[in-house]
C-alpha cells in the first residue's frame, strides 16, 4: 500500500491527502501545522489521554516542565500539580520521580472520588495536568472513566 492509500482509507479529504503525499511526511506535516507554545493558564486544567504507548505522559511531563521554568520563581510554591489517574501506583511512581527535581507535587487518583478531593484542595490558582489512563475507545466502559474525570 502507498502512503496515498492509507490516508484515503482513514477518510481524509483529498486535498489533504494530496498535500501529504508531497515529498516525505514530517515535511508534509511541517507545512500544515504550526505549534506555539501551550498557554497553560492558572487555574486551569489540562487532560491527555490516548492509547497505550501514545506518549501522553512525556507530554504531561512537557508541558508542566514548560509551564514551572516559565512560570516559577525561587520564592512561590509550584504552580502547577500533576494528577496521575492510573489504576497501578507505578505511572505516578515515574511522574513523581520526573517532577521532583522541579518541585512539582504528583498524586496518584485511581477513582473519580480521589480525583474530586485533589481538585477541592489544589487551590484555585494552581493549573492541574491529569495524565489520564488508557481511554480505548474499542474497550468496553473504554472511555467512562476518562468522561467521569473530565466532567
Given at each position: 500500500?502507498?502512503?496515498?492509500?492509507?490516508?484515503?482509507?482513514?477518510?481524509?479529504?483529498?486535498?489533504?491527502?494530496?498535500?501529504?503525499?508531497?515529498?516525505?511526511?514530517?515535511?508534509?506535516?511541517?507545512?500544515?501545522?504550526?505549534?506555539?507554545?501551550?498557554?497553560?493558564?492558572?487555574?486551569?486544567?489540562?487532560?491527555?489521554?490516548?492509547?497505550?504507548?501514545?506518549?501522553?505522559?512525556?507530554?504531561?511531563?512537557?508541558?508542566?516542565?514548560?509551564?514551572?521554568?516559565?512560570?516559577?520563581?525561587?520564592?512561590?510554591?509550584?504552580?502547577?500539580?500533576?494528577?496521575?489517574?492510573?489504576?497501578?501506583?507505578?505511572?505516578?511512581?515515574?511522574?513523581?520521580?520526573?517532577?521532583?527535581?522541579?518541585?512539582?507535587?504528583?498524586?496518584?487518583a485511581a477513582t473519580i472520588e480521589a480525583v474530586r478531593v485533589i481538585m477541592a484542595r489544589?487551590?484555585?490558582?494552581?493549573?492541574?495536568?491529569?495524565?489520564?489512563?488508557?481511554?480505548?475507545?474499542?474497550a468496553p466502559g473504554g472511555r467512562a472513566f476518562v468522561h467521569e474525570v473530565i466532567e
Open positions: 500500500m502507498t502512503l496515498r492509500d492509507v490516508l484515503a482509507w482513514h477518510v481524509l479529504p483529498a486535498s489533504l491527502v494530496e498535500v501529504l503525499v508531497e515529498g516525505d511526511l514530517p515535511s508534509a506535516f511541517g507545512r500544515l501545522l504550526i505549534f506555539a507554545p501551550l498557554a497553560l493558564e492558572k487555574g486551569a486544567s489540562l487532560a491527555f489521554c490516548g492509547p497505550s504507548g501514545s506518549r501522553w505522559t512525556l507530554a504531561v511531563a512537557k508541558v508542566a516542565v514548560s509551564y514551572v521554568l516559565r512560570e516559577h520563581h525561587a520564592d512561590a510554591a509550584p504552580l502547577v500539580i500533576v494528577i496521575g489517574c492510573e489504576a497501578t501506583p507505578e505511572g505516578a511512581a515515574c511522574l513523581t520521580a520526573w517532577f521532583k527535581p522541579c518541585g512539582v507535587p504528583v498524586f496518584r489544589k487551590g484555585s490558582a494552581r493549573p492541574v495536568l491529569l495524565d489520564l489512563p488508557d481511554g480505548g475507545i474499542y
